[in-house]
């Protein structure tokens, strides 16, 4: 069984800084994409960042120049290192990566979600 655990989430005033980790774990063969989403209250989930297995990012333009994202293959794991922090960015954010578990199976899967919240 594949999983993918977040942490790091947390409480911060505005210009703050938070580290976001996300862990796969189980049997699988190797992880392609992986991406952090946010979802505020009341609006749709949206992408924040991505990033290849070559280390191809990809961000969304509210976060540039704020947010980075990076993989640490031989851990399974992905950081997201968000500075600068906004009310805005207040959000559940979820991990998702898509993962082989076989040569030719690959699926989505996605973390329980931890909770950013920036305030005054």
């Known amino acids: 069984q594949v999983s993918l655990a977040e942490s790091g989430g947390g409480l911060v005033q505005p210009g703050g800084s938070l580290r976001l980790s996300c862990e796969a774990s189980?049997?699988?063969?190797?992880?392609?994409?992986m991406g952090w989403h946010r979802q505020a209250p009341g609006k749709e989930r949206e992408l924040v960042a991505s990033i290849g297995s070559g280390a191809d990012t990809n961000y969304a333009d509210s976060v540039k120049g704020r947010f980075t994202i990076s993989r640490d293959n031989a851990k399974n794991t992905m950081y997201l290192q968000m500075n600068s922090l906004k009310p805005e960015d207040t959000a559940v954010y979820y991990c998702?990566?898509?993962?082989?578990?076989?040569?030719?199976?690959?699926?989505?899967?996605w973390g329980q979600g931890t909770q950013v919240t920036v305030f005054s």
């Open positions: 998702n990566a898509n993962i082989a578990v076989t040569l030719l199976r690959k699926f989505d899967y």
């Open positions: 189980g049997r699988f063969f190797s992880i392609n994409v």
